[in-house]
Nanobody, 115 residues
Framework: QMQLVESGGGLVQPGGSLRLSCAAS????????MGWFRQVPGNQRELVAT???????NYGDSVKGRFTISRDNGKNTAHLQMNSLKPEDTAVYYCYARQWATEYWGQGTQVTVSS
């Protein structure tokens, strides 16, 4: 069973940066897409960014121009570089991967943006 493990979350001041990583337990070459979603308690899970196997990217409107998603097929990882962080970016961030009709989710990593 494929597993996804996130890392890199933490506490950062407004305007700061964080880099999240998502490590897969196996090869990600078969993933049609990988991505990041986030969730605040009481709210629905929200798209942050996705990247396809071909390298096409898609971003949620609230993070465009600030966040960058990438994937390293050789290391079976995906990354989310988050710059110019705002308090409203505070959430649990989940790594996501899709392999045809099968979806995989990580357990999440907390990101808190606060002074």
């Amino acid at each position: 069973q494929m597993q996804l493990v996130e890392s890199g979350g933490g506490l950062v001041q407004p305007g700061g940066s964080l880099r999240l990583s998502c490590a897969a337990s196996g090869s990600i070459l078969s993933f049609n897409a990988m991505g990041w979603f986030r969730q605040v308690p009481g709210n629905q899970r929200e798209l942050v960014a996705t990247i396809t196997s071909g390298g096409s990217t898609n971003y949620g409107d609230s993070v465009k121009g600030r966040f960058t998603i990438s994937r390293d097929n050789g290391k079976n990882t995906a990354h989310l570089q988050m710059n110019s962080l705002k308090p409203e970016d505070t959430a649990v961030y989940y790594c996501y991967a899709r392999q045809w009709a099968t979806e995989y989710w990580g357990q999440g990593t907390q990101v808190t943006v606060s002074s």
